[in-house]
């Protein structure tokens, strides 16, 4: 069996045929996936479908590509991922909360981009059906179910990273037809988020007849696991429960045992698919991800932080056995500068990377680990601290077997002790995955900021340099911060766009 879904080659071609320029929202495929004459059978729609998955591995002409820029929206601004010695100004400026709108993290291109290919397919691909009377209107729903969930997880980034931004919902050919558009709020954009979810859980396929298609794609459970983290976003836990119970009851996946780390790193992260695997972006030799120039050449551009004791806890060095699996070796690699290792190692505990350039680690979207977590977060805010805490110790055991040192005393019945415990049991599980930033957030801002922006505060203040530090996190603590600047591109060439409330006046 291979490792990935190859993907169309129409779809690649038509996808990578969209030219870049400083128009609003940049979302500009040519006439060959919009025009009359292409949506004619459900090959041509199939393949604008895989179009839109393909569009997450391209990377813009001068930009970096979206599975950089998740990498670095998910965690350079927080406490784990730090900067090598190969940095980019904008990447200094990033982790220095000091970010411009014209860096190139402000600009949204790469989201819109994949927004305006769903889009094409969710306004054209009801019209196969007039042209091919083989398929029917099922079909057609699963594949454009496929294309609501993919817009929803663009929507869900641009929620999480702008706040308010522009909802496009039409697609989008020329400049000529592209929508001059003011920001939406933040419930419209998270209410588009929930309906699209909500028609993409009614219609898309469970099972696409293969293990590797069942993982590249979004299925019902990749619904699911995306509904419950909207869900929990926005605190909504008993809805975030129930999507999660949907997964677990469905008894198709499972954690992998860590009593062997060498089968368990690679499984989850080498070969990718694995049983614990809900989706993933996937790559490889001929479409390979850009981690081996980011994070495996010397000397490094991104690497783990010197605070990693902090969350794996300290091994006994007359013990080096006992320890949490998901550290030095899986997670990063000291000996390397602190490498991204679980990104671009080759064996667990090794010094090797990556050869020759190659890289195929596919992007983990989500996994059963995460369905979990998600569960005891929910459970914490609804009264079941109890069962919450059992949910923990199901990863804790399977990761740290015989290791003990970050076990803490916790009362399941005060929410913010357990979600807090459960917060630093996910910077464990989730190193560099491109979730920490979300999670510090989502804690920062539950119940209308109750707690202020202290758990974002804490965080980085371990990381912060200290010459700047008091800058840093005074940045931080006003909430308008936590959102990213418009890039000035977007508001020259769309007099409806406002920048966002912090950057007027900092």
Same mark, same amino acid.
């Given at each position: 069996?291979?490792?990935? +879904? ?9 996808? &990578? ?5 400083? #128009? ?20 041509? $729609? ?6 839109? =998955?393909? *569009? ?45 709108? !014209? ?12 927004? !305006? ?9 009801? @019209? ?5 009377? @083989? ?7 699963? =594949?454009?179910?496929?294309? =609501? ?19 496009? &919902?039409?697609?989008?050919? *020329?400049?000529? #037809? ?18 699209? &979810? ?20 979004? @299925? ?20 975030? +429960? ?13 954690? +992998? ?35 081996? *120039? ?19 806890? +300290? ?24 490498? $991204?290792? #679980? ?14 350039? !190659? ?64 917060? #630093? ?35 980085? *203040? ?10 840093? &996190? ?33």
């Amino acid at each position: 069996m291979t490792k990935n +879904i190859k993907f169309s080659f129409l779809a690649f071609i038509l996808l &990578l045929s969209a030219t870049s320029c400083n #128009k609003w929202l940049e979302l500009k495929p040519q006439d060959g996936i919009i025009r009359e004459d292409f949506w004619k059978t459900k090959e041509q $729609l199939r393949s604008a479908v895989f179009g839109a =998955y393909s *569009s997450l591995l391209a990377v813009p002409e001068k930009r970096p590509g979206l599975m950089q820029n998740m990498l670095v929206w998910g965690e350079l601004r927080a406490d784990m991922m730090g900067i090598g010695s190969s940095f980019t100004n904008n990447d200094m400026d990033y982790k220095n909360n000091e970010i411009l709108p !014209n860096s190139v993290y402000s600009n949204w291109a790469t989201l819109y981009n994949t927004i !305006n290919v769903c889009n094409t397919v969710i306004e054209f691909g009801p @019209t196969v059906r007039d042209n091919d009377k @083989t398929i029917s209107e099922a079909e057609v729903n699963e =594949y454009l179910a496929e294309a =609501y969930g993919l817009r929803a997880y663009m929507y869900f980034y641009l929620l999480r990273l702008w706040g308010e931004v522009p909802l496009q &919902l039409k697609a989008s050919s *020329s400049d000529s #037809k592209i929508e001059q558009l003011a920001k939406s709020s933040k419930e419209v954009i998270y209410n588009q988020i929930v309906s699209d &979810l909500d028609f993409a859980a009614r219609n898309i396929a469970e099972n696409y007849g293969s293990n590797d298609q069942n993982k590249g794609r979004l @299925t019902v459970y990749g619904i699911y696991a995306l509904q419950a983290d909207v869900y929990l976003w926005g605190e909504n836990y008993t809805e975030c +429960i129930a999507a999660c119970k949907r997964i677990e009851d469905s008894g198709k996946f499972g954690l +992998i045992e860590g009593t062997d780390p060498e089968l368990w790193f690679r499984e989850l992260y080498i070969t990718g698919n694995s049983n614990e695997s809900i989706f993933e972006i996937q790559f490889d030799r001929d479409s390979q991800n850009p981690w081996f *120039s980011l994070l495996a050449a010397i000397p490094n551009r991104y690497a783990a932080t010197f605070y990693m004791d902090d969350f794996f806890g +300290i091994t006994d060095p007359t013990t080096p056995t006992i320890r949490d699996i998901r550290s030095n070796g899986a997670s990063y690699n000291q000996a390397l500068s602190g490498m $991204l290792w #679980k990104h671009v190692g080759t064996n667990y505990g090794s010094n090797t990377a990556v050869l020759n350039g !190659n890289s195929d680690h596919n992007w983990i979207v989500y996994r059963y680990a995460d369905i979990l977590l998600m569960k005891a977060e929910a459970l914490a805010w609804t009264g079941d601290g109890v069962k919450a805490l059992e949910l923990v110790d199901i990863i804790r055991n399977r990761s740290t077997p015989i290791f003990n040192g970050t076990v803490e005393t916790v009362d399941p019945g005060i929410p913010y002790q357990v979600s807090d415990y459960i917060l #630093k049991e996910r910077a464990r599980e989730f190193a560099f995955e491109g979730k920490r930033w979300f999670d510090l957030l989502r804690h920062a801002k539950r119940k209308g900021y109750e707690r202020g922006a202290q758990v974002i505060v804490d965080a980085v *203040s371990k990381v912060a340099p200290p010459d700047r530090a008091e800058v840093i &996190l005074n940045k931080f603590k006003d909430y308008r911060n936590h959102y990213l600047p418009i890039a000035t591109s977007e508001l020259l060439a769309d007099k409806n766009l406002v920048q966002n409330p912090y950057y007027k006046t900092n």
